[in-house]
């Protein structure tokens, strides 16, 4: 049997929507026919991609402005979604924080921001979502990571590499529990990407010393992170789960 990678007549949520790989991946799961939920703390990187989605013709989507580590706005997102799609078949857990303090410059404060958005905040997602999956039989997640999840960050603190690990266990845990409920929960783990978090905080000399280390020798662009999700979410992916899906230019090799 040939699976196509298309996802029309499926609805779902990607979060971290207004900018980065979390926008890149609801303008490239718009174009291959899903309905998608924006979700961003940024109102107006929300409407920027939104603009990108209805100037291609695509469905328009569904614009929700909520912070991924409040319960609260979690649970009022999910409920949003619900109400005008009637059903999730996809979370994408995009959004994320970067933070470069050495660990011994780290405040508690910080910690809990970082460990509150990049790992509780998918958490809250998933705790929120699944409940429905699970009732519908169906369902896929994919948690981006990070390869900093896979060994440590190059340009993070310390609280960044522990949320991204975290993260990564969170989904392979899942993907145990909830393969039995036909739901599917993957951690994708993109290498260096030129996000704009990466390129409003780093000195392009540095963006230039981590290209030489890389074995392609380029950084990765937003829209090919997202295709790799697009696959993972397909029912081209059907018997993957509990993954760690890197896609980071060989970085792992050396």
């Known amino acids: 049997m040939a699976w196509q990678i298309d996802l029309s007549g499926k609805y779902g949520i990607v979060t971290g929507a ?3 790989i979390g926008k890149a991946t609801a303008l490239h799961l718009s174009s291959m026919g899903a309905r998608v939920a924006l979700v961003d703390i940024v109102a107006g990187g929300l409407d920027a991609t939104a603009r990108e989605i209805q100037s291609a013709g ?15 706005q979690v649970e009022r997102s999910v409920a949003q979604c619900l109400a005008e799609f009637g059903a999730i078949d996809f979370l994408v857990n995009g959004h994320g924080i970067l933070r470069r303090t050495p660990f011994l410059e780290i405040q508690n ?4 921001l970082m460990i509150g958005v990049n790992l509780r905040g998918c958490f809250l997602f998933c705790k ?24 440590c960050s190059i340009l ?14 969170l989904s392979r845990h899942l993907a145990r529990e909830f393969a039995p409920h036909g739901i599917r929960v993957n951690a994708f783990c993109p290498g260096a990407t030129l996000t704009p978090m990466i390129v409003n905080s780093t000195p ?22 997202a295709c790799v999700i697009g696959f993972v979410l397909s029912d081209a992916a059907a018997n993957i789960t509990g993954a760690c899906i890197d896609s980071n230019g060989g970085t792992l090799m050396i």
């Not at 328009?60 to 409040?70: H, M």
């Not at 404060?109 to 809990?112: A, H, I, L, P, T």
């Not at 699944?130 to 994919?142: C, D, E, S």
């Open 204 to 225: 392009p000399e540095e963006i230039d010393r981590v290209a030489a280390n890389i074995p392609r020798g380029r950084w990765a662009a937003p829209e090919e992170q």
């Open 109 to 112: 404060s910080e910690w809990d």
């Open 58 to 72: 695509e469905a328009s989507p569904l614009l929700i402005q909520a912070d991924a580590a409040d319960e609260n």
């Open 156 to 169: 993070g603190g310390a609280h960044y590499t522990a949320a991204k690990h975290g993260l990564i266990g």
């Open 128 to 151: 929120t979502v699944l409940p429905h999956m699970k009732a519908r039989g169906q369902g896929v997640i994919v948690n981006v990571a990070s390869l900093a999840g896979r060994s």
């Open 18 to 20: 207004g900018s980065g």
